[in-house]
């Protein structure tokens, strides 16, 4: 979704319980892959903001993004699969059997 009250952000439908909280030394809580300039700058539980100024070109509303977060741990704990892309299309979903599930 892009946000009208701030033109150079995109939010997007995933937060800190699928990318993870912790930040990159570098800033940032993962990286947009073939957006280079786009940054991930913010992130709530549900929702992460990415601040696309340096942009030539905004992605779409409905456009797909590419993330990979900064580690994996919370995105494997909090999950029951991934899916895996090949050429992109998704392929198959890997499922994660030894995620969390605190006792």
Same mark, same amino acid.
């Given at each position: 979704?892009?946000?009208?009250?701030?033109?150079?952000?995109?939010?997007?439908?995933?937060?800190?319980?699928?990318?993870?909280? +912790? *930040?990159? $030394?570098?800033? %940032?809580?993962?990286?947009? &892959?073939?957006?280079?300039? /786009?940054?991930?700058?913010?992130?709530?539980?549900?929702?992460?903001?990415?601040?696309?100024?340096?942009? +030539? *070109?905004? $992605?779409?509303? %409905?456009?797909?993004?590419? &993330?990979?977060?900064?580690? /994996?741990?919370?995105?494997?704990?909090?999950?029951?699969?991934?899916?895996?892309?090949?050429?992109?299309?998704?392929?198959?979903?890997?499922?994660?059997?030894?995620?969390?599930?605190?006792?």
């Amino acid at each position: 979704m892009i946000s009208d009250s701030v033109p150079h952000q995109v939010v997007v439908d995933a937060g800190s319980k699928t990318f993870t909280s +912790d *930040e990159h $030394p570098d800033g %940032g809580h993962g990286s947009i &892959i073939g957006r280079p300039g /786009a940054e991930f700058a913010h992130i709530n539980e549900e929702h992460g903001y990415i601040d696309v100024s340096a942009l +030539d *070109e905004r $992605p779409a509303v %409905g456009a797909h993004l590419q &993330i990979v977060p900064n580690h /994996a741990c919370g995105c494997m704990n909090l999950h029951d699969g991934v899916l895996a892309v090949r050429d992109g299309v998704v392929d198959h979903l890997i499922r994660i059997a030894a995620r969390g599930l605190v006792r």
